[in-house]
């Protein structure tokens, strides 16, 4: 038996905590092991995998250590038709969506559905639905949407005189899988904001407001 030992009004108090049973050890053991054998073999095997991936090269089936990688990597951002440069350039711009504009607006739509503004379960379900349903459904749900025929550009057609095909014209495209991204997360987000506000002690908010 653990022993902590408090004094309070020059008087000294004793708490005992009983040691842990069997079951409780295995059951810690076993709940732990999961997360930590996720972490070793997709974080730490993934990525040490492929550290070594990097200064390597595929030579007469046989694998050798090599800085071409890295030479086909810096020749690649120097031409102005690479496709890695390109890829380089949109997830630069994905990134700075989701930090930019995604990000706030999430937290500030989240903040808007804890205050409980008008028809605010209405809106946490319009945003959840995307995260509810199966993403195959939903992506089929949105390809059907967005295909030529299909009801969006149908009505594009009707308000700016042309149907575009969204997912192969590179004037259309990049925007199309922005949107598809911002409100395909939404739900996700707006979910985890809501529950950690709803996690502020109501003492803290009721000294906000007295302040």
Not at 101 to 110: E, K, S, V
Request: proline share 6%; net charge positive.
């Amino acid at each position: 038996m653990k022993e902590q030992v408090f004094y309070t009004n020059n008087q000294k108090i004793v708490l005992k905590k009983p040691k842990k049973t069997l079951v409780e050890i295995l059951f810690i053991i076993f709940g732990i092991s999961i997360p930590i054998i996720n972490v070793i073999i997709f974080w730490f095997i993934v990525n040490g995998s492929s550290i070594f991936l990097a200064f390597q090269e595929l030579k007469n089936g046989e694998y050798v250590w090599s800085l071409n990688n890295f030479v086909y990597i810096w020749d690649a951002l120097n031409n102005p038709v690479s496709p890695i440069r390109e890829g380089l350039k949109n997830t630069m711009i994905f990134f700075s969506f989701s930090t930019f504009i995604q990000l706030p607006t999430t937290y500030l739509i989240a903040f808007l559905v804890y205050k409980k503004i008008p028809f605010a379960n209405g809106f946490r379900w319009i945003f959840m639905i995307p995260g509810m349903v199966s993403a195959v459904v939903l992506t089929s749900c949105v390809k059907f949407m967005l295909a030529p025929g299909g009801p969006i550009p149908l009505v594009w057609n009707e308000i700016f005189g042309k149907s575009p095909i969204f997912f192969a014209d590179s004037d259309y495209a990049l925007w199309t899988m922005l949107i598809y991204q911002y409100w395909a997360s939404f739900g996700g987000g707006i979910l985890l904001y809501v529950a950690n506000f709803a996690r502020i002690p109501r003492q803290l908010v009721e000294a906000g407001r007295l302040d």
